[in-house]
């Protein structure tokens, strides 16, 4: 898979140091996937959920949540938003268009 906008998820993973490395190998195991569904995802992610139209992942033992959007069909996945869990329950990122 190919991910559009690592350059934004690693400038908002560095607010949190402790999240870099899960995002990093995180990143790692995307690079090599070739998702073509949710249930491939949650192979290796098994707390991965879709929400919407989006796919969420829990990190750091659900400390924070790494909302993404796949086209599974073009091997793409677009960054969205990295939230703690308490900003995640806010529910603001559901304003989004795409939600």
């Known amino acids: 898979m190919h991910l559009i906008a690592i350059r934004n998820l690693r400038r908002d993973a560095s ?3 402790d999240l870099m490395p ?5 990143y790692k195991v995307v690079q090599a996937a070739q998702w073509q569904n949710l249930e491939d ?3 290796i992610f098994s707390s991965a ?3 919407g139209n989006f796919t969420v ?5 659900n400390r924070y949540r790494l909302i993404v959007g796949l086209d599974y069909e073009r091997q793409m996945i677009f960054y969205k938003y990295l939230l703690t869990h308490a900003e995640y329950d806010k529910d603001k990122w559901k304003n989004d268009p795409y939600f």
């Not at 899960?22 to 995180?26: L, N, Q, S, T």
């Open 15 to 17: 607010k949190y140091p």
């Open 22 to 26: 899960v995002v990093e190998a995180w």
């Open 41 to 43: 995802v949650r192979r």
């Open 49 to 51: 959920e879709a929400v």
């Open 57 to 61: 992942f829990n990190l750091k033992g």
